[in-house]
Structure formats: structure tokens, C-alpha cells
């Protein structure tokens, strides 16, 4: 209970927060790979050295235990702004290059660590440890330190930081994870509970609305039946078209037979009654920062289990956190609650005076 009360504490006023994220990638990518396919697997397979040759069965093995960078970062974004993320890794191997475009698209720092020795290590943990503590000075605004990596080489780093007054937070690999470091943290957790990476249960309504050809129905379709009339399977096309786009169709109705599928403008209604038509980029858009959303309101859920409802103003800033560049009006929503209402995974409640939101509870 007393760590409840200092999470919640820590949350109280998360815009004046700033969060520095230090990545240890080799640890999270090896602790991945050997979680998928077996203790000691990313050694025995010399995955370093088949890679460079092209094999096949490899390659196959390291997109089956690829690592989401975008849901770690997203999850430390939670804690408050995010004033530096630095990933450090030997960045020429090409099991670590695979990530690169990932990591700059979200402004993360690659530190380049040349092998040190022979049997390939890096000295990722001192590096790492010795810019955690000079930024901690450096920047004495800092409250919170993220530390992406799972071994006990940390753990001095996070009792100092704590005794330094930072707010220290670990994220590690199921089976890879010290339990020592987790003691030495305020806060530890999985990569496998992080939102948007741990099972969660499906939504048939997710938001789904790339264009499709009429013979890929979404997959709220009902399924047909050898009897029905030709009239009933074109009311039923007009049906899936309008499911793809995971919004209420527009009012204005046309013959069923008439209404074009795979049209590149897609309606978009919410419950207001606020219509517009969403061109095929920002279709695109929609669908990416639908994603985003469904994250924001799990993150929110996760930090403070006792809400019910989650203020609309503190989604939207979390998206923000998550994705600078979001704008719902670049999108066709004249407001953020009319953009949240449009996804049917979305419950919004407009009975208060701030209109609150949640997942939608089966």
C-alpha cells in the first residue's frame, strides 16, 4: 500500500515531471530473444554472425522476438515529458541496425559503443551509468529516471539515483530480470505488460479503417447465407464497408446496390451528430492515431487502477507525449471527444462538466 500511495503521489501532477530514458539495447534484444526461443538461444545461434550471411531461419527468429521500442518509450512518456532517450549498442552489427529507423523516428539518441574485447562486449552498463549520474547533475530539474535493461549491473545506479531524489523506474524481460534491481527501483515492470505488447482482450471493433476490396470484409461481417436474396447480400456489402471504417455511417442513405466499397473518402459520424468525410490520408492517420489512443487510455488505466473514467485533457496529453504532431482537426474532428466517440472501443461520458473516457468493458 505504501508504494500505491508514492506511485499515485508521483502521478499527482505528471506535466511538471521530466523523465530521462537510458536504453541498454543489446540487453533488451538478447533478453527478448532468448524469452521467444529458449534460454542461451541468441548465443548458441551466433545470431551476430549468421545474420551477416542472410540466413533465412534467423531472420525468421528475430522478427518473431522483435522488441516494440515505440511501446517502451510510450510507457515512460507516461511518467511526463520526456527530456532526453538516449539507446546504447554497437549500431553497425545488423540485428541492432534493423531498429535504427524505429528509434530516430521517435528522437532517441544512438549512442555508438565499439566492442571492447574480443568475446563482443560492449561496455553498455558503465557507459550507461556513468551519462545517467552526469545528467542527473547536469540536469537537476530531472525527476524520474527510466532504465531499459533487466540485470543486476544496475542496481547501483538505481540506489543512487534514488538517493539523489529521482523517481527511478526499470522496464526488463520476463526471466531476465534481477530481482535485486526491481528492490532497488520504486517501479519495475515487464516488457511483456507494457500496452500495446501484453495480450489484451480483443475488440471486435478496433480501428481498422484501411480501404479494402470487397472480397476482404472486416471482420464484424456476418457470415452469408446460401439463401439469402441478391438484395440482402448488397445491404450486407453496404454493412462491412461501413464496419471498415469503425464509425456510425452518415445518415444520408443510398441503394445498397449502388453504394461503392472500397470509396477512398470514408464517413465518419459521432454520436454528436459532428459529420465529416475523412480523405484517404487521413484515413491513414485515423487509423495510426486510433492505435495511439487505445495505448493512451491503457496507460492511464494502468497508472491508476482505482479511475473508472479518465479525464479527456489528460488522453489527449498523454497522446501527445506519445505524439507530438497529433492534431484531430488535421483529421476532420472539430474536438477531441468527437474524435475519441468516433472509435467504437472508445466510451465517453458527458455527463460531468469535463467529458471522461474509458475502454469500452465487454
Known amino acids: 500500500m505504501p508504494a500505491r500511495k508514492a506511485t499515485l503521489a508521483c502521478m499527482a501532477d505528471i506535466s511538471e515531471n521530466r ?12 533478453s527478448r530473444y532468448d524469452e521467444v526461443h529458449g534460454k542461451g538461444r541468441f548465443t548458441r545461434d551466433r545470431v551476430r554472425e549468421y545474420i551477416r550471411d542472410g540466413s533465412e531461419e534467423i531472420a525468421a527468429r528475430l522478427k518473431e522476438a522483435s522488441v516494440d521500442l515505440g511501446a517502451i518509450i510510450d510507457y515512460a512518456s507516461s511518467f511526463g515529458t520526456l527530456v532526453l532517450t538516449r539507446a546504447y549498442a554497437d549500431w553497425s552489427q545488423p540485428v541492432n541496425a534493423d531498429y535504427r529507423g524505429q528509434l530516430v523516428g521517435r528522437a532517441v539518441d544512438l549512442v555508438q559503443l565499439f ?17 545517467a549520474i552526469e545528467d542527473m547533475f547536469r540536469l537537476p530539474d530531472l525527476t524520474h529516471i527510466v ?12 540506489q543512487r539515483a534514488k538517493r539523489l531524489g529521482r523517481y527511478v523506474v526499470a522496464v526488463g524481460v520476463a526471466g531476465s530480470t534481477s530481482r535485486s534491481l526491481a528492490a532497488a527501483c520504486d517501479r519495475m515492470l515487464s516488457y511483456d505488460a507494457l500496452a500495446g505488447v501484453a495480450p489484451v482482450e480483443a475488440i471486435d471493433d478496433a480501428p481498422d479503417v484501411t480501404s479494402e476490396a470487397p472480397t476482404k470484409p472486416a471482420t464484424r461481417r456476418r457470415r ?34 449502388t453504394v461503392p466499397v472500397a470509396e477512398p473518402a470514408v464517413a465518419a459520424k459521432t454520436a454528436r451528430g459532428k459529420a465529416a468525410r475523412l480523405t484517404d490520408q487521413q484515413t491513414q492517420a485515423r487509423a495510426g492515431a486510433g492505435q495511439l489512443l487505445q495505448r493512451a487510455l491503457r496507460l492511464g488505466h494502468d497508472n491508476d ?37 468516433s ?3 472508445v466510451e465517453v461520458d458527458a455527463t460531468q462538466r469535463t467529458r471522461r473516457l474509458r475502454l469500452r468493458r465487454r
Open 305 to 341: 487502477e482505482e479511475a473508472e473514467w479518465l479525464d479527456a485533457s489528460a488522453v489527449k496529453n498523454q497522446l501527445l507525449r506519445m505524439d507530438p504532431a497529433f492534431n484531430e482537426k488535421e483529421l476532420g474532428y472539430a474536438s477531441f471527444s468527437d474524435f475519441a466517440d
Open 343 to 345: 472509435f467504437k472501443f
Open 115 to 131: 566492442p571492447a574485447a574480443a568475446y563482443g562486449k560492449n561496455g553498455a552498463d558503465i557507459r550507461l551509468a556513468v551519462d
Open 19 to 30: 523523465v530521462a530514458v537510458y536504453i541498454d539495447f543489446d540487453n533488451i534484444v538478447i
Open 224 to 257: 452469408a447465407s446460401t439463401s439469402r436474396t441478391d438484395a440482402k447480400a448488397a445491404a450486407e456489402v453496404t454493412e462491412t464497408a461501413e464496419a471498415a471504417a469503425d464509425v456510425a455511417p452518415v445518415v444520408e442513405e443510398a441503394p445498397a446496390a
Open 147 to 158: 532504465i531499459v535493461a533487466g540485470d543486476s549491473d544496475y542496481i547501483a545506479l538505481a
